[in-house]
């Protein structure tokens, strides 16, 4: 699959970068039947923040997974600027992936024998249009901990890592399940930070798992989830800036 452009035409907050209709996905054990998703639609525009919101088991992550070509619909579409995403050709769900999403997960996957630079710079040795591993780390404030191991982090500074490894391919879609779940709330307000400021100086489309309704309020829209369904969806008339939640 060819990079697919944006339209020239339209502001770029109205146009779509992302588009499910119609996603369901069954987990199947045996004769049991689990349904992760209930023919879902969903629109994600370019360059705004949003946040998924719902409990456990919701189908949010199972969302999360299939928008980013970790996983593939049992039934319904996914298309990326207009181009449908094939759940048939592994190749291009592949490109997909390398070319176009950054992912940041609960916990961090980095490598404890790397530093923070030689995590990030795993992931620019392979990307198309790389930023330098060291300006990912200052655009999330770790500048002076390049050389630090991971044992050597905490547990905010290594979500952070995290977070840069995933950005310094530039991608287009950034998408985050539960960032902050395994950190306390000063240290969770870091991190979304950083979130923030690379939603903001970068233009990326970002999506955000969680289930605190206060980091809500740092979103454009806002998608309340239940039982794999989309139950509500809201947005908010001003984005709070992370510094300014509370939890």
Known sequence: MTAPQPKSSGRTEDRVALSARGLTKVYRTGEVEVHALRGLDLDLRESELVVLLGPSASGKSTLLNILGGLDTPTSGQVSFRGVELSAHDEAAQTRYRRDHVGFVFQFYNLIPSLTALENVSLVTEIARAPMAPADALALVRLSDRLDHFPAQLSGGEQQRVAIARAIAKQPDILLCDEP?????????????????????????????????????????????????RIVDTWTNERRRPAHELEW
Not at 191 to 220: C, F, P, Q, S, Y
């Open 180 to 228: 902050t779940g395994a950190l306390d709330s000063e240290t969770g307000i870091l991190v979304l930070e950083a979130i923030e400021k690379v939603n903001r100086e970068l233009g990326t489309t970002t999506a955000l798992i969680t289930h605190n309704r206060m980091i809500a309020d740092m979103a454009d829209r806002v998608f309340c989830f239940g039982d794999g």
